[in-house]
């Protein structure tokens, strides 16, 4: 690795795009209020001064129009970052996403690409309410012939944009809105994280923590409680939930044979359920307790604070949930 | 976070322990691994070690209460902390019984009565792939998981304590070093109670200090260790075993051989005539033997342990082994039913076997059935020794040699022919006043042999 300096994953993801678009002309953005305003939490402040309003642009309100603009403006050979503010608002531009975007190329076998990121927010706790505050990857995760990205850390979340935008597939971008001020080491210049490898951000030999996204933090500070108790917790970071990096997440079960998987979306149907099935499937032989899930509860997220926060799965469920895995010996 | 300090399964019949001593006192702070009681079952002592680091919470078993495995001892609580709330059945610990009478027919159950609720074996799938390859049965596994599920680490514990049972006795701190550390436990020798692989015996040989060798002081050659064959090699084991395992105590008596002698001298021109072998102290002192056996029959038992159960056997025939000296070692010939013998047929038998040993042509049946042991040293000039018990037999006597020795009666010193008896007893078959009255009992019928008429 180079030469790496302390970044929050705000500035990672800022440094990813200016360094995108004075590589690749092609490269440009479009969102609400990505231009003169800096975006909603600065990521893009300072871009359009220094790119301009062709490269940097500011979009009307309507979602489905930015994202019809970013697929065609992808067929036609550019490479589009729309941001959509909040995930919430993907809902207004899912035909776009899932019918057009996701489909174009199998349809038209293989002549026309869509290398189209769209940049959206996910998250609960900033109190902004039930319309503000989903985690809706796994919509996006359930369709063919998209890809999406999770990244948890400022080095993960500069590599991946960087794969994003360079993918000629449409990629869906998802950060988390509470972990923008997470601090960490960047490299300098120029690097790529593949998509769909994921990371083991702690070694251990007891229990796997899988974890997506804001759930890392939280699963890190689980296993430090964990610790405690004599249980040593690995924790596995997909980062990409699509593709997914399933050999990562087996070997580490397969070790020690027993797994928590943890994501901030919705538990029903959810990331959680995807990955639990398929660890209860394919390391069945190596499990010594069952596969447990947490994920946001199964209600629109409150705006109340305490109420807020406790649809979130938090450090004390995590802890909790691991140790129930075991006995008295392991 | 309260941490429980239970009573652990030790051995796979063990269904309760006995605490035998508290080493650390409530509020005492304790370290993992760190002894905190002593606990003793049917088969061995043993130390509980601190679960965690913390401070030990309220002693919830006196010393000398018998509790069942898993059954709640302490605590072990983060300091401050309160001790959590007991449910009435948590310590489930009943007096010891004062005195346990053994009946004698059969051998006695002392594994569980097994929970027959549900047949269903619980255990992850990890732990029954594991049992899969190491060809265990899951329902001989203790579970320690959730909702009592066997995990793999069960199966580990079981198939360690298989294999430190079959061999040697080994402390739990013992065994989990010498897994740490690569220490095979079975070329260790122990030095701990009953010859018990202790902590220091794994560090002695991860140091590379001593494996094998008897001393640290002795420095072996490579390839100098002959290693043993044959019979050498089953008196080397089973005496080691014997030795390990069986409790022994041991009773000495000085005996007056006066009549012995002299019944010997007035018989043995008869015994010859009447079979052709000569009449030797032994063949009287198989009858004698096998007079007290009858006589005492709590004394005919045999402890008898395997993987399932262990417990007193009561014996019916009345079978006298002669432990027997031949070049390649030490092999027992067995007069069976000397009890119903005279002692012409005694005299006989004896010959018979001793005659066939020596030529090396015993049969397995001359062997087999021994109920009693006798060692007679005596014509090879020894006044007194201490014998190893033959398993599964309860008792063996050692027999030193006739001498005339001075011997006070009424005041006055007399020069006597006499001869040392000494019984070696199994503790868990026999108590020191049955042993004492059976060698009372033998040195009277020695030293008025005439009572054998009776």
Known sequence: ?330 | MATEVYMPQLGLTMTEGTVIKWLKMEGDTVTQGEPVVEIETDKVAAEVEAPADGVLGPILVSEGSIVSVGGLLSHVLAPGEAPPALAPSAAEAVPRATSEALPGSEIEELSPSADDNDDRVVASPRARRLAYELAIELTNIEASGPGGRIVEADVRWYADQMKAQSVFLVSPVASRLAEELGVDLARLEGTGPRGRIVKADVERAAAGASLSTPSPTVSVEAGKIEPLQGVRRVVADRMTQSFTSTPHFYLSAEVDAMSLTQMRERLLPEVEAATGVHLTVTDILVKVCAQALVEFPEVNAAWIEDASESGRLQLTDVNIGIATALDEGLIVPVICHADQLTLSEIALRRADLIERARAGELKLEDLEGGTFTLSNLGMFGIDQFHAIINPPQSVILAVGRIQERPVARNGVVLARPTVYLTLSVDHRLLDGVQGARFLDRMAKLLEEPYLLMV
């Open chain 1, 1 to 330: 690795m180079s030469e790496t300096r302390d970044l929050t994953i705000a500035e990672a993801i800022r440094e990813a795009l200016t360094e995108e678009l004075d590589r690749d002309p092609t490269v440009f953005l479009i969102g609400e209020d990505i231009g003169r305003a800096g975006g909603t939490f600065n990521i893009t402040a300072g871009l359009q001064e220094r790119f301009g309003k062709d490269r940097v642009m500011d979009a009307p309100i309507s979602e489905a129009g930015i994202a019809g603009l970013g697929v065609g403006a992808a067929m036609a050979g550019m490479r589009p970052v729309v941001e959509i503010m909040f995930c919430d608002f993907l809902t207004l531009a899912m035909d776009q996403i899932v019918n057009q975007a996701a489909k174009l190329h199998y349809m038209t076998g293989g002549q026309a690409q869509v290398p189209l990121v769209i940049r959206t927010m996910m998250g609960a706790g900033r109190s902004a309410a039930a319309q503000h505050s989903q985690s809706l990857h796994a919509w996006m995760a359930h369709i063919p012939g998209l890809k999406v990205v999770l990244p948890s850390t400022p080095r993960d979340a500069k590599g991946l944009l960087k794969s994003a935008i360079r993918d000629n597939n449409p990629v869906v971008f998802f950060e988390d809105k509470m972990s923008y001020g997470v601090k960490g080491p960047v490299d300098k210049g120029d690097y790529t994280i593949p998509l769909g490898v994921g990371d083991v951000k702690r070694t251990g030999e007891h229990v796997t923590l899988v974890a997506t996204s804001s759930m890392i933090q939280v699963a890190l500070e689980a296993a430090e409680v964990l610790s405690s108790d004599g249980i040593s917790a690995e924790i596995v970071d997909p980062r990409t939930v699509k593709p997914l990096d399933k050999e990562t997440i087996l070997s580490s079960v397969k070790k020690t044979g027993r797994a928590v998987v943890i994501d901030e979306g919705y538990l029903s149907y959810g990331v959680t359920a995807e990955i639990a099935a398929i660890i209860s499937d394919e390391a069945f032989d190596w499990l010594d307790a069952p596969v447990k899930r947490l994920g946001a509860t199964d209600v629109p997220i409150p705006m109340a604070p305490a109420l807020e926060l406790a649809t979130v799965p938090s450090i004390e469920q995590v802890v909790e949930t691991a140790r129930g895995l075991f006995g008295r010996r392991f």
